[in-house]
């Protein structure tokens, strides 16, 4: 079903937006989310977040079902400087925080001795009590029930199925703390999370983020994508850790390539006239896919800076998302609602010999 958007004005303009995962550069979307709420020409009317962008996605969508524009920016503010060094959270929570905010440990943690023995053992024998304090920082933040009980934004969570290998979003109705405990369910850190009875880990590795449930979640054929995994480097890792952190990069960035080329072929096929336009059985959406970068605003940032939960540094990330959505919006407001404005068949094609 596709939920209509009440836009209370002519002008105005409706995204959707996919909040991908990437540890402490979450701060980045932070800042592109604060700048898209203050834009009274541009209205959400759904929302898919995974990892790190689950999390985003459900602070926005606490702050606009609960007060609107304002609220959400408060919320996100709010969960960021909790989620940094100055936020004094107790030490454990701290320490879950700082292991969120990375794919590897974070040695300078309150608990770095938990960070070093998780490389040999796993969380069933470390936290045989399964004990996740991320959950109680998350339920302090966000009201579940006012989420699932507003109509807009719709809002999707992505997690991976343990068993079955297979991607999970949950929808608006489902989304509760421990739908976004799975989705940044580390497998090195936490015990799976069950829900229903099945286990599931973080969902950046099959869908970071899922991009098509929004494609009938509302009126608006248009997606920005907050990315914030770069796809490309230039740099031969060379380490341990570099290699690591480059085969974490292109994990967590290949099932988003994978649908930008589906997109790019079904647009691709609608264009010539050979699948029909519309929301009908039958029919598919032509769906304008826009991007704003990390990358764009910071070429000098690298995996390790993932792990940085210094509030200066998120200041500086929430800045340079707030300057990236600017720039996004200056440049493209008028191509909302007309076509994308990168070139997906480029980004996601494959090099042949």
Not at 13 to 36: E, S, Y
Request: with cysteine; net charge neutral; charged share 25%.
């Amino acid at each position: 079903m596709i939920w209509p958007f009440r836009s209370r004005g002519s002008a105005r303009k409706v995204i959707n937006l996919a909040l991908q995962g990437g540890g402490a550069h979450g701060a980045f979307t932070w800042g592109v989310l604060d700048h898209l709420l203050a834009d009274e020409r541009l209205e959400i009317g759904a929302i898919s977040g995974t990892s790190a962008g689950a999390v985003n996605a459900v602070m926005l969508a606490d702050g606009l079902c609960r007060g609107g524009r304002a609220e959400a920016q408060k919320r996100l503010a709010e969960f960021w400087r909790a989620a940094s060094l100055d936020g004094k959270l107790p030490p454990l929570q701290r320490a879950v925080f700082d292991r969120l905010f990375s794919f590897l440990p974070f040695d300078n943690s309150p608990l770095a001795w938990f960070g070093a023995l998780s490389r040999y053992l796993s969380p069933y024998d470390l936290n045989p009590l399964n004990i996740n304090p991320l959950a109680d920082v998350i339920a302090r933040f966000v009201d579940f029930d006012a989420i699932r009980a507003c109509e807009a934004p719709r809002l999707f969570v992505s997690a991976t199925n343990v068993h079955t290998g297979r991607l999970r979003v949950f929808p608006h109705d489902k989304i509760t703390a421990d739908v976004v405990m799975a989705s940044t369910c580390l497998p090195f850190l936490f015990r799976a999370v069950e829900i229903d009875g099945v286990p599931y880990w973080d969902g950046g590795y099959m869908g970071n983020p899922a991009i098509f449930p929004l494609f009938r979640a509302s009126a608006a054929e248009d997606v920005i994508v907050v990315q914030i995994n770069p796809v490309a480097r230039h740099t031969t890792p060379t380490s341990a850790r570099e290699i690591m952190n480059r085969i974490n990069e292109i994990t967590f960035n290949s099932s988003l390539l994978a649908e930008y080329r589906a997109i790019e072929f079904v647009t691709r096929l609608i264009d010539l006239g050979h699948l029909q336009r519309g929301s009908g059985p039958g029919q598919y959406r032509r769906i304008n896919v826009h991007r704003i970068a990390l990358d764009d605003v910071f070429r000098t940032l690298t995996a390790d800076s993932k792990l940085s939960s210094d509030y200066e540094f998120f200041e500086r990330l929430r800045d340079g998302g707030r300057r990236a959505a600017r720039n996004f919006i200056d440049a493209h407001f008028d191509d909302i609602g007309v076509r994308s404005t990168f070139d997906l068949r480029a980004e996601a094609r494959a090099e042949l010999a």
